[in-house]
């Protein structure tokens, strides 16, 4: 086998692993000839080496994908690129299986977990599909002797840039939206996890996507993310990840051709329990709504608030609940919690577990390492914490979360908003008027009532203040993918 595959083998599939960046429908390997080993997290050993894209890689990827969008891609009918699409989806439901084990391995994610993603990665693909022959301008009537229409174009080349925590889920939101419309991409996965991508890039070619359509490549954030952010010849750039980042991406956008942006960033995202909530269902969302994907979701409820008429409630009840939940081996069938992506993250977030205990704030559950080998880290409950606290202020992205009490609505609509972000928040209650009341008053782009974490691929999804700028999924992220071109015809005589 050459160095641009490896065979791989998972406790549940043995598969043929592609290793070099995808373009033009080839695997190749980097300009540079580096490579970067991707590390199992469960284990901190290292999976397989993988090609790694320099600022030159970037530009012939870009420059496959310009001569796709100028070229073959142009003469695909609306209806033909459903069809790819679907092709696609269809192709990943075949592979499923082996989809959710590189998931597993890779990002650290429990197999069945996984599911959930991959599930909703070919959803995704499959909704965008289906909008690909519906893109409407429209007709105006804005004279007798001049036909005025609009068209909805696609805007170009399109450099993506996703994270790792929904490493293929992410990728389906940006491709889906990006390909149905016409454009072509340039998408950079996360260094942490490249491999499902790279594998779903093999389907790709497989569903028969004309070369230059859909360039995947692989590479770290301050070099080929760059590379993408700066590029000149890039017409737009979509980019979920840190705040930190996102200013920067806005930033190169600014300083060079001021590409079209859109960014899905961070959240700090409150999930308040009212007195007259359903106990049983509350502690339920409360803990889906931190604890899954490990507490690695940019939506993460990671600030209970809780009315004081239950909180002592809620609080035992929190615990005894968070105690449940599975952590270890992503591969077993009864895991909820698997290890945290990265050395790094493991460290990030150990770090601010030990802020919170030098800030006063109580540890009612978890705290530690879990285990002595992976980078697990137990189910972790912080009590007794002040807005002012860095645990409450600043997204920890692990499983990690604080509780704070509240007297009325007032202070729970006060506490919920006092954050720089603006992502998603929850409300459990039994009465409509105070769901629906509190609702409208939350600064965030998703209010859940009586649920959490429940993201559909038809509903738009983003933040209101520092959580980001526009809406991936449903309708709205077509906008993000096209641009309207207005054409008067001229009926008449000359008029001037
Ligand atoms: P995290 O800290 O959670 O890893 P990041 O925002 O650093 O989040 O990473 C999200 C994505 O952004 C990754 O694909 C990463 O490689 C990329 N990235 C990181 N730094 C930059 C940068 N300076 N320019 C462009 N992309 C970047």
Known sequence: MSDLFATIETPVTKYEQPLGLFINNEFVKGAKGQTFETINPSTEKGIVAIHEATEEDVDIAVAAARAAFEGSWRQVTPHERGRYLNKLADLMERDVDTLCAIEALDNGKAFTMANIDITNS????RYYAGWADKIHGQTIDTNPETLTYTRHEPIGVCGQIIPWNFPLLMWSWKIGPAVATGNTVVLKTAEQTPLS??????LVKEAGFPAGVINIISGFGRVAGAAISKHLDIDKVAFTGSTLVGRTILQDAAKSNLRKVTLELGGKSPNIIFDDADIDNAISWSNFGIFFNHGQCCAAGSRILVQEGIYDKFIARLKERTSQNKVGNPFEQDTFQGPQVSQLQFDRIMEYISHGK??????????ERYGKEGYFIQPT???????DMKIVQE???GPVVTVQKFKDEAEAIKLGNSTQYGLAAGIHTKNVNTAIRVSNALHAGTVWINSYNLISYQAPFGGFKQSGIGRELGSYALENYTQVKTVQYRLGDALF
């Open 358 to 367: 030098q800030a006063g704030a109580t540890l009612a559950v978890g705290g």
């Open 122 to 125: 070919i959803g995704c693909l």
């Open 197 to 202: 991508a790279l594998y779903t890039a093999k």
């Open 395 to 397: 997204e920890i992205f």
């Open 381 to 387: 409950v912080f009590t007794d914490v002040t807005t």
